[in-house]
Structures are given as structure tokens and as C-alpha cells.
């Protein structure tokens, strides 16, 4: 017996829908994938990178995990970034995370809950170098949400140190980062006014934000 039969018919729906507006859509889908960005955000269900911003499949590279989170021991998430600038030559990488984040509220309350400790040990280290700011904020949501976004403004600097990001810019490429953040309760972007195009740009980006 087939299971989630109600998740094929949904599919059957949309991929209908899609080849209504245009006939030869997943001919051509099928053949070629040439994304303008990488979207690294968290794996949160009510943070769908494509619906968010509005693009077919085939427009965005993404990669998601807990807490949008681009660590250099993390060897799936290099990988996604070297192959969208190597390969796919993306033009832009997008940091997005999202206001009130379970990832970032954990990590900041020091909570205890498995495996998952270790991942968010680098949220902690996030929290703990900003500790004079956010201890300086009142409510617990607040304070949260401003987490949220220095962890993004952090994994920008993380995605600018990566090796394949610098040498895309030795290289000459254009290619920029850009550091995004979510809005659950409307469902709209903020940018937070971090965008880097080169390694000095980076550099700078790096001292400020530590």
C-alpha cells in the first residue's frame, strides 16, 4: 500500500500547474542546471528558500541544517559551496537565517538535548563572543532575535574564509555574500546590510564582527 498518497497527488498537481504556464519547462530543467545563487539557510519547515523569494527550481542551489550554520569542518556544506562556485558559477551566496530560531534560543539558554549539543556548540561560541551586547537586552525574544542575526552576520565571515570563496575572488569572479534574515510572524526579508564582494571587504567584515 502506498504510503502519504495525498504528497503524490499534491506533486502530480504541481507539476501540472507547472507545465501549464510552460510546456517544455522540466524538458529544459532536465538538461541543464545554471542557478544565479546559493541559498545556505536553516532546515526550519517553515523556512522554504524557493517560496520565499519567489523562483522556479532550477534558479537557487541550496543548502540548509540546523541553525544556518557554514562550519569549516562541515564537509557537506563545503562541498555545496564549492560546487555552486566552481561549478555552477552562482553569482551570489545568501546567508539567510530566521527570527526566533529553536537552534539559536538553545544555544543561547545553554540547553541540554543530545547529539545536537555539539552542532550548536558553535552557536554558543557565537553567543558567548557577544555576550556584553546581548546580556545588555532585557526580553528573552529580543535577545534571541538579535542572536539570530549576529550568528548570520557570523556565517557570512565563515562563507568569505572559505577556500573556494577566496579563490573565486583571486580569480577575479564576481561573486558577493549576502547576509539575510527571516521574519516567521510576516513573512518577509530583512537584509542586515552585510554584503561582501572581495576579501577586503571580508577582512573588514571579520574585524568588526569580532
Not at 517544455?24 to 546559493?38: D, G
Not at 562563507?159 to 570563496?165: A, D, F, L, N, S
Not at 577575479?172 to 549576502?178: T, W
Request: hydrophobic fraction near 45%.
Amino acid at each position: 500500500m502506498r504510503t502519504l498518497k495525498h504528497l503524490f497527488e499534491q506533486n502530480r498537481d504541481w507539476a501540472k500547474a507547472i507545465s501549464t504556464r510552460d510546456p517544455l519547462f522540466f524538458q529544459k530543467l532536465s538538461t541543464q542546471q545554471a542557478p544565479e545563487y546559493l541559498w545556505i539557510g536553516c532546515a526550519d519547515s517553515r523556512v522554504p528558500a524557493n517560496e520565499i523569494v519567489g523562483v522556479l527550481p532550477g534558479e537557487m542551489f541550496v543548502h540548509r541544517n540546523v541553525a544556518n550554520l557554514v562550519i569549516h569542518t562541515d564537509f557537506n556544506c563545503l562541498s555545496v559551496i564549492e560546487f555552486a562556485v566552481s561549478v555552477l558559477q552562482v553569482k551570489h551566496i545568501i546567508v539567510c537565517g530566521h527570527y526566533n530560531c529553536g537552534g539559536v534560543r538553545a544555544a543561547m539558554r545553554d540547553m541540554r538535548l543530545g547529539l545536537i549539543d555539539n552542532w550548536l556548540r558553535h552557536l554558543r561560541d557565537v553567543h558567548q563572543r557577544h555576550r556584553t551586547e546581548l546580556d545588555a537586552i532585557a526580553d528573552e525574544n529580543v535577545r534571541v532575535d538579535r542572536l539570530c542575526e549576529l550568528n548570520v552576520i557570523e556565517q557570512v565571515v565563515n562563507v568569505c574564509q572559505t577556500t573556494m570563496v577566496q579563490a573565486a575572488w583571486e580569480q577575479g569572479r564576481a561573486l558577493a555574500i549576502h547576509g539575510w534574515i527571516y521574519s516567521l510572524t510576516d513573512g518577509l526579508l530583512h537584509d542586515l546590510n552585510v554584503g561582501v564582494t572581495n576579501a577586503s571587504e571580508a577582512l573588514a567584515l571579520s574585524n568588526r564582527n569580532h
